[in-house]
């Protein structure tokens, strides 16, 4: 699967889980595939990609999470999901420093995209240690 998928059951083909991360308080947390369907499905909630982060809320209250199919048990994954998100995530804060300034946006911007990369690269690194 190349990009983000268009619904949650759409992870079942690449065997993955649901990273949410907090743009207010940096928190981190893989959330159960199978339960998050469930639950959603419970309260009938959409199960697409693009309407979930407005459904979830983070343990110190934000709205404003980040979401990141991630592909179970580092060791046994598969190498190219963690490498295309480290490219997008690089490419983002490319992006964000040649249009840096000192506005208030664009500061917020260039820190979510560098914990983007961070995150990224902790992924990557975890997966590399498996093997």
């Known amino acids: 699967m190349v990009g983000d998928p268009k619904s949650l059951t759409d992870l079942r083909k690449i065997e993955a889980g649901v990273?949410?991360?907090?743009?207010?308080?940096?928190?981190?947390?893989?959330?159960d595939r199978e339960q998050l369907i469930a639950d959603l499905v419970r309260r009938c909630r959409p199960l697409t990609w693009s309407t979930l982060p407005a459904q979830l809320r983070c343990a110190c209250g934000s709205k404003r999470v980040y979401l990141v199919a991630m592909p179970f048990a580092g060791r046994d994954g598969p190498l190219e999901p963690l490498v295309q998100r480290l490219v997008a995530a690089a490419d983002r804060m490319v992006a964000a420093l040649g249009r840096a300034s000192t506005a208030a946006p664009a500061l917020r911007e260039m820190a979510e995209a560098r914990m983007e990369f961070e995150q990224a690269k902790r992924a990557l690194l975890t997966w590399s240690e498996g093997r």
Do not use: D, I, N
Request: hydrophobic content about 30%; charged content about 25%; overall charge positive.
């Open 19 to 31: 990273q949410v991360t907090c743009r207010q308080c940096g928190r981190v947390k893989l959330l």
